[in-house]
Each structure stands twice: as structure tokens, then as C-alpha cells.
């Protein structure tokens, strides 16, 4: 039973790092908390929904088509972000807010609000070695959530665009006067972000029903999740997502599943009461 | 504590309103009044003004708290908190709901000293994001702990307003939606005067004083901290006394629905749209916005029609920050906050 939650712990928290590194980079790079990231996610899930169900697509090509959508959702939506006047951090949220509340109702309106649920059958199958077992859903979402989260790691600490996203992050007046156009890299976060929310919706549809007022879980784990590891660092994140994973696949074992929603806000809120600056990071 | 001639300014500027915005709400006001014979005891239109009268004193309850700069995301926790704490003690207790309903304002007043102490010590974003999630933690409990509250199924034929008896007079809430419709205004009214006082007082001074600099505020004497969980603890305790209203109004509740998001967007929403700094304004915000929702928004698009209020709170923030009544108020040139640069949300 033991190494049965470590794996669904583990296969899970690689997802939530994953779901968290969109919200952590945008948050990052531009200072905006995005409340409608939760949203988003749901909203690339609902359409990966669509092409699969409806147009009977395969289910891979459902994410080139998700991320497209949610590039065109996120840039509009960096747009209205750009137009924040000070304090930006608690306007962001504000703002979010409001988007995150359209994007549920419009999705209300585009899907209707029945459960929904990507259902392949082989990825319940599974694979049994030495007593322990793993279904190829888990395996498939630990390794495609480990493949993006290195592809990442590569572009932000091997090319010169990460440096100059990492530069960002660290300090934006220093990094402007380095010469680095610290607007078009809020534009690129907003991308990349939106390319991570694209690949984490489908996956996401596929372990979690769909139903427009979700996002919200997703939200709190999120931000949990940034908060605990500071910005800008790969590592905190990766090991918060997998604590986070970890702590809800124990809550759901011992207290049950129903008190599986409380993990975030009590994780977050312990945080926030300790250490309201992180734990990796020096600075938030 | 608090600079005397600063006091003697701020109540001269406050008489020196212009005649304009006091027209406006005594209009209102008899309009509110006179509504129930304007339409002819419609009970459809009562009814969504009852609402509407109901959630104007939730975002006026916000906005105790909302006058000191801090946004609350988690108002949802106390109007269920007080929800549920009314339903139960009037099923399981066998109380009068009139004397459950400031019972259970007592409790969620002890739910917001809970969530003072945990976010207090936080400012600006990381606390709106401690108060969204604090949501979760009494709905999760609601939801579990079946033996008190029944679980996730929620309460179904919760008592209403019990009819009263004055004299000769006979007021049937069971039956008469007029009657609870006055109830509902008469507790708008009280609440609106109470706020009316509260941000005229030294307290109110001090949040204010809080908002635009706290620093500076501390450095005159103002406990910052203890301010704010005070007025935390008044926004509380009204947020509490207004779920425990709806809960006998409505007569049935879950735990998704009154520890939803939409019960923690609302008050902030209105208040934002109507002026976080003013007085009415969250009320008439709430007047204006509800009635437009359910009249016209609702029949046209029945699924996704509250896609409005994210639309009026994106096009506040980005367009009026300092809400209608706020901006009208500067206009005429009287406002609560002195500092143009301040009243950005």
C-alpha cells in the first residue's frame, strides 16, 4: 500500500509541478498573480474535451490545438494585465478574478456545466512489477510532466531567452538596464505560460472531471505551490509539487477523499503564517 | 490618538457634500420603500429585490473591512459559517430564528478572529490569497462532519422568520414576501447606518488612516493590527447575521452553495464597482447590478449569465477604481479619501 500512494503521490505531484510552472513563470516575470489560471487549465481541458469527443481526434492532437486556443486566450489576457496601474500584485488578483469568473460562465455557456471526463481505457491498465502497481495513466503523466518540466529547465538555463527570463525575474529594473526589453519577456511569460497550461489541460482532462467551477482547486494549488517553492526556482518547484502530491495522496488514504481539497488551503495557509516570503526563495 | 484638526476637516468636508448625491439616494431610498406598491406586490420582483437588498448588506459588511485597503476573498466563510450556524441552531435547538440569527453572527465573529490571526500579519495580495483559501476550511468541515451538519446534502425546511405580533398588527413573513422584503430593507438600513458611523468614527479614521500609510499611521498612535481584526471582526459578524438571514429566507442550504465563490465575489464586486471608500455605494452597486443580472442577463442567457460580474469588476478595475459612487463623489468633490493616487484598488 505504501509504495502504491508513494507512486500515485509521486505521478501526481509531477503534474501539479507541472500545472504550477505556468502560474509561477507568468507570476514571475510580470509580478501578476493570475487567479484565472485554474480556469485556463479547465478551459484547454474542455477543449481537448471537444476535439476528442466531438471531432473525434486523437487524443495527442488535441494539445497542439489547446495550446493554440490558450495562446490566443493568454495574450489577450496579458493585455489587460499591461494595463494595471500600482499596487499590481493586489490589482492583479482582482482583475483575474473578474477574467476567471467570465471564463467560467462563458464555459457554462460554450459546455454546459455536466461532468465531463477524457476517457481512455488503456491508460487504466496497468503495470504490475515485484507487488507494486502502476496504471499507465500515472506513468504516462509522470513521465510526459518530467519531459516538459526538463524541456523548461533547458530553455531557461541553457538559452540566452531563459537567462534573459531568469534576469527578469531576479530583478526588473537591473535587467532592463542590462539592455533586456522586460515588456516583450512579460509578453513571452505569458506564452510560455500559456504553451504549459495548453500541455496541462488535456493531461488534466484526463484525471479529473471537467466541470466549469474546478478551476479553482487548481488555482490554490497553484499558487500553494509557487509560494512554497519562491519564484524563479525549477528545483523548490518540482520538490513542492511532489510534498503536495504526496500530502494529498496520504490525506485521501488516511482521513478520506473528501478531505482531499483541504490540502491546498491548509498547506497554503501554514505557509503564508510562517513563512510569507517562501521557503527556497529569499524573496517573493 | 488621532490629530484633532484632521477629525475637524474630515466632518467639514463630509457636510459640505454637494446636494446632488443626497438627491440621488433619497430617491432611492423612497423608491425602495414605495417598491413593494409600485409593483403591485409582484412577487417575482420582491423577491429579486429582497436579494438584492441582501447582498447590498453583505458588500456593505465588506466594506468595513474594505475601507482599511484589505480585500477579502473568503467573505464566503463567514455567510456560510453564519448560515449554517443559524440553520442548525434553529433545527436542532429548538430557538426562535430571531434569536439564532445574532447567535450565530456571534459565531462567525469567532470564525474571524480565527482567520485575524492567521492573515493579519500579511498585507495586500498574500492576504486576499490567505482569505481564499481560508474558504476551504470550514466548507471542507461542513461537508464532512455529517453528525452536526448533516453533510454535503445540506439542510432542506429550515424555519423562516417566525410572524411577529405587535399590538394589533400581524406580520406574516411565512406568506407575504412584502413582509420580508421589509425586514431585509429595515436590516439594510440599520447597516447602512451603522457603517455610516462606524467609518465616522475614530475607527473609521484609523482604517482609513491604515489605508492610505501605515507607517505613518503607526507613527501616530494607530495599533494598526488591532484595528484591522477589529474591523475584520465587525465585517464578520454582519457577513454572519446576513447568511443566517438567507438561510431563513431561502429556506434550504448546501455547503457548496453558501460557502461558494460567488458569496465571497459578490460583496467584493459591488463593493469595488460601487467605491470601496464610500458608504452607499457598495448598496447601490448592489441595487443596480442584482436587479440588471436577474432581469435582463438571466432571461437572455441562462447559462453563464453572472459572466457580468466578472465583466463590471474587470471594466472597474481597469476603468474606475474608485467605483461610481466614488467617482461621482469626487466629482462633486467631497470624498472619504483624501489621496487621488490611494483610491486605486
Sequence with gaps: ?284 | MINSSSIKNFRYGLSKRLKLDKVVLLMALFFLLLLPVLVRHNDYILQVFTHALLLATLALAWNILGVSGSISLGHAAFFGAGAYASALLSLDSGLSVWLTIPLAGFITTGLGFIMGLICMRLRGAYFALATLAFIEIPRVVTDNWDGLTRGSLGLVGLPGFPSLHLGSWHIDFYSSITASYYLVFVYSLVLLGLVGFIFRSNLGLALQAIREEEVAAEAVGIQANSFRLLSMLLSAFFTGISGACYAHLVRYINPGLVYGLHFSAIPMIFAICGGRFTITGPALAALIIYPLDQFIFHPLIPAGHEFLYGAVLIFAVLFMPAGFWGRMQRNTGVVLSTKPSSSVV
Excluded at chain 1, 534573459?164 to 529594473?173: C, G, N, S, V, Y
Design chain 1, 1 to 284: 500500500m505504501w509504495t502504491t500512494v508513494l507512486i500515485s503521490g509521486i505521478s501526481l505531484g509531477s503534474f501539479y509541478t507541472l500545472i504550477a510552472l505556468g502560474f509561477a513563470l507568468i507570476f514571475g516575470v510580470t509580478r501578476n498573480f493570475n487567479l484565472a489560471h485554474g480556469e485556463l487549465l479547465v478551459l484547454a481541458g474542455y477543449v481537448a474535451y471537444w476535439l476528442w469527443k466531438v471531432c473525434a481526434l486523437p487524443f495527442v492532437c488535441t494539445f497542439p490545438i489547446a495550446i493554440l486556443v490558450l495562446l490566443l486566450v493568454c495574450l489577450g489576457l496579458q493585455r489587460l494585465f499591461a494595463r494595471l496601474s500600482e499596487p499590481l500584485e493586489l490589482n492583479s488578483i482582482v482583475l483575474s478574478f473578474g477574467v476567471a469568473i467570465v471564463i467560467q460562465n462563458s464555459m457554462l455557456f460554450l459546455f454546459s456545466g455536466n461532468y465531463r471526463l477524457i476517457r481512455i481505457p488503456s491508460l487504466n491498465q496497468g503495470i504490475r512489477f515485484h507487488g507494486f502497481y502502476m496504471s499507465y495513466g500515472q506513468l504516462t503523466l509522470l513521465l510526459l510532466s518530467l519531459i516538459i518540466i526538463f524541456l523548461l529547465y533547458i530553455i531557461m538555463h541553457r538559452t540566452y531567452l531563459g537567462k534573459a527570463l531568469r534576469a527578469t525575474i531576479q530583478d526588473k529594473e537591473a535587467a532592463a538596464l542590462a539592455g533586456i526589453n522586460v515588456a516583450v519577456m512579460g509578453t513571452l511569460a505569458f506564452c510560455l505560460g500559456a504553451v504549459l497550461i495548453g500541455l496541462a489541460g488535456p493531461l488534466y482532462g484526463c484525471i479529473h472531471y471537467l466541470y466549469p467551477s474546478t478551476g479553482r482547486e487548481a488555482t490554490l494549488l497553484a499558487i500553494t505551490i509557487t509560494i512554497f517553492a519562491g519564484v524563479g526556482r525549477l528545483s523548490g518547484i518540482i520538490l513542492a509539487g511532489w510534498i503536495f502530491g504526496l500530502a494529498e495522496s496520504f490525506t485521501v488514504i488516511f482521513c478520506g477523499s473528501s478531505w482531499r481539497e483541504m490540502v491546498a488551503a491548509v498547506l497554503l495557509l501554514t505557509l503564508l503564517a510562517f513563512k510569507p516570503h517562501g521557503i527556497l526563495g529569499e524573496k517573493l
